[in-house]
């Protein structure tokens, strides 16, 4: 059974850090991208980050462009989102998604979210 | 950037009907579609991908149509585990986008 379980939200105050984690198991990490995706309260889905199977290749929306850094240890079945300089406009549920193939091919299996809130 | 519009926004409808929800995108995405299904405190489940392809365990009621810019996910008798909110995704161009999503409530 593919499962993945996200962690490392909480509350931060703006221009705080944060770095997310999501445990991987059920598949063979190591040969599927992986994609952040977040929803702000009460919105739709944003998506945020996405890395290639071996890690080689990443992408992000302009809106986290230079502040967020996608990142995987494919030796401990792990996806990390490393959240810096963190705006009011940051405050989400952040959720991890295995792609269903080596990038961009749709997402078949999500986390549970981890929800990030930045206020002072 | 690829903008997806859904419609409608709340789509009203009573069980055992039929419900249609649509999803234009700004430009072509050929069949780079996908379709998921979101309930209140869950993660999103993939129902459709390449426009309409169901996903591992979805059931056949759910269907997927259209390619370029024009989608369609049509769910041909509602049940009571179907009222949710709906989201199409383009996964052809980078930066990927969403929709804004359709909330299929009960009448």
């Known amino acids: 059974e593919v499962q993945l379980l996200e962690s490392g939200g909480g509350l931060v105050q703006p221009g705080g850090s944060l770095r997310l984690s999501c445990a991987a198991s059920?598949?063979?990490?190591?040969?599927?991208?992986m994609t952040w995706v977040r929803q702000a309260p009460g919105k739709g889905l944003e998506w945020v980050s996405s890395?290639?199977?071996?890690?080689?290749?990443?992408f992000y929306a302009d809106s986290v462009k230079g502040r967020f850094t996608i990142s995987r240890d494919n030796s401990k079945n792990t996806l990390y989102l490393q959240l810096n300089s963190l705006r009011a406009e940051d405050t989400a549920v952040y959720y991890c998604?295995?792609?269903?193939?080596?990038?961009?091919?749709?997402?078949?299996?999500w986390g549970q979210g981890t929800l990030v809130t930045v206020s002072s | 950037e690829i903008v997806m519009t859904q419609s409608p926004a709340t789509l009203s409808v009573s069980p055992g009907e039929r419900a249609t929800l649509s999803c234009r995108a700004s430009?072509?995405?050929?069949?780079?579609l996908a379709w998921y299904q979101q309930k209140p405190g869950q993660g999103p489940r993939l129902l459709i991908y390449?426009?309409?392809t169901r996903a591992t365990d979805i059931p056949a009621r759910f269907s997927g149509s259209g390619s370029g810019t024009e989608f369609t996910l049509t769910i041909s008798s509602l049940q009571s585990e179907d009222f949710a909110v709906y989201y199409c995704?383009?996964?052809?161009?980078?930066?990927?986008?969403f929709g804004g999503g359709t909330k299929v409530e009960i009448k």
């Open positions: 998604a295995k792609d269903r193939g080596i990038i961009a091919a749709g997402f078949d299996y």
């Open positions: 059920g598949f063979t990490f190591s040969s599927y991208a």
């Open positions: 890395i290639s199977d071996r890690g080689g290749s990443t």
């Open positions: 430009q072509s995405v050929s069949n780079n």
């Open positions: 390449g426009a309409s």
């Open positions: 995704h383009q996964y052809n161009n980078w930066p990927l986008s």
